[in-house]
């Protein structure tokens, strides 16, 4: 353990202090009434200034970031996030405003929900956009209520039924529960998609819609969308498409005109805004020219969503422009394809063909399985990888597959990093298949090993003092 690993109570010293405050030049507080006092000081680390600055560096030196590395998850990866677009949402003319704000004192920001609206509607196809959505299962919420809506108007109560695909996102089924809707599961082929045929008898005047991912989770394009989107409207549902990953799809083809009446995007993932932790998000949601009605009578959020997400998001989109904004959807898709085809000789690849924007393996060819050893399994190669400085693929996810890694490369990496990230899965491939138990023992570099996750998430310890 390095010295500075010591948590910052056990480099406190009786006395030593860290801050000099200047002379107070404000005339004093009124007094805190007598009960309201605290009776014992705090009990804070006593350390200098300069302790508490490495601390703190330290700490934050522990963490994976995109700011610190490659991070290949799937799914719900980590996207580019020009820092210019954070300075852009800090400008006081934006960062300052207050929701209850008159209409009249912030046209500026009333033009970006206008602007971003044209934008998001000509890059999807669909008609209008709610820009209330906090996340893209908040979206997906919204969506759901505002098919609804639509079925509640026309006064077709009987559609109680979401389809969802064995291959959906974890949160379609459980907006579609929330939603008050009943999941009905369609399976996938051995291709990896929809099984059109297994979908059919499912269609009935029950049926509210579908929900889909296209690409789907494996990353594969539904070759038949257009023939989903007429069974379905044919018995009078509604397509719901989750655009959470719309980077593949970004000026190549929209939604809107593969059939889709619903869709949400996810801002905090495809336009800049950085996703993950639980921050700010907006999960905008369009729609159709026939279901704009539905929209006002759905209220999701007490304001109009996360305006600085938005903000990103229009600022990243006039930045692009048109022609760049395309770029988006080849790179992607080129960088995921490039990485699945110099490691399929030592990854399985369950599905052969173009994958869009990420790809699933399904754990290692040879994992060097011997009498008395196991073989090294996804969690293996996941742990292995930060030694090597890589952040971990998607694991285990989705379920289609035992030993699931999915990888998704930013479209903004450049080669010589895809080139890194392949060498270095080549190399713990080769290390599997020579002494497993160099995996099984990963991750060797660094702060911490392998923690009991299980009881970590159960049983967090959150202070110094339950240390003791
Ligand atoms: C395909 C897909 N759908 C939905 C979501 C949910 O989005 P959020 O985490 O903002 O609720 C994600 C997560 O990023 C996703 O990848």
Known sequence: MKYYDKLIFELSQEGRSGFSLPVNRYPAAPEVPAGLKRQSALKLPQVSE?????????????????????????????????????EIAAMPGFGGLHPLMEDALVPGARKVYEEMNKALAAITGMYTFTFDPCAGAHGELT???????????????????????????GTNPASAAVAGLEVVEVKSLENGRIDVEALKPLLDNTVAGIMMTNPNTLGLF????????ALVHGVGGLLYYDGANMNPLMGVVRPGDMGFDIMHLNLHKTFSTPHGGGGPGSGPVGVAKHLEGCIPAIKVSGFHGNFGVILRAYAYILSLGKEHLQKVGQFSVLGANYIKECLKDKYKLPIE?????????????NDGAHDDV???TTLDVAKRLLDYGFHAPTIYFPLLFHQALMIEPTETESKETLDAFIEVMRKIADEAAQDPNILHEAPHNTPISRPDETTAARNPILKFQDTL
Do not use: W
């Open 50 to 86: 300069p302790d508490v600055v490495r601390h703190y560096t330290n700490l934050s030196q522990m963490n994976f970031g995109v700011d610190t590395g490659f991070y290949p998850l799937g799914s719900c990866t980590m996207k580019y996030n020009p820092k210019i677009n954070e």
């Open 143 to 169: 969506g759901l209520m505002i098919m609804r809506q639509y079925h509640l108007n026309r006064g077709d109560l009987a559609r109680t039924k979401v389809i969802v695909p064995d291959s959906a996102h």
């Open 222 to 229: 539904e070759t038949q969308i257009e023939e989903i989107a």
């Open 353 to 365: 063909g173009v994958c869009k924007h990420e790809f699933v393996f399904d754990g290692l060819i």
């Open 374 to 376: 196991p073989g090294a």
